[in-house]
């Protein structure tokens, strides 16, 4: 299927909801589950260390650190299945990737805080491609700021298979989350390629 343009000011995103098939889909999301080494980080929440409500995982070029919510995170080295994936969505995107970070929500009540995927180290337009695996989640966007961008929130149902590319002025204007939810959700893991460029 194509990449369809969302027609947000302020913004640059594209999906696709059929990105890969579903049996390719389905395949992906039974290799990654078993072979990343998924990790339960700790985050300084209002200076309490508490546990995120996802596991995580990070891998890369050596050269790609990154730091996220206070972690310095070192990337693992590239897997088949990742380096694969990497080129399939640089074809996609006409972006280069040198970074992946993995989430894995394993139910409804594993989430993602409001955020902009904004760190230094991804400059200032950075283009984010995020594939998502197994269970729909809602993803919501809103803006940053309502006087600059008049939007009202936005919710897009992400389902397994699907590509999401932010790009642009996105991570500048607005904001992104996967709020918990109360209805049933199985597990759902989620890709965003990225590419870290020296600071
Ligand atoms: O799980 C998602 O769809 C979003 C993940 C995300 O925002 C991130 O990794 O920065
Ligand atoms: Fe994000």
Redesign the pocket.
Known sequence: MPLVSLPLPDADVLLDEAFLTPVAAEALLRELTDTIAWRHEPIKLFGKEVLQPRLTAWHGDPTARYRYSGLALEPQPWTPALRHLRQQLEAASGARFNSV?L?L?RSGQDS?GW?A?NEPELGPAPV?A?L?LGST?R?RLRPRNLARTPHAPVSLD?PGGSL?LMRGATQQHWL?A?PKTARFAGP?L?L?FRQIVGV
Do not use: A, E, G, Q
């Open positions: 970070l989430n929500y993602m955020h995927d984010i995020s998502s989640r993803f992400l999401l992104h996967v759902r989620n965003t």
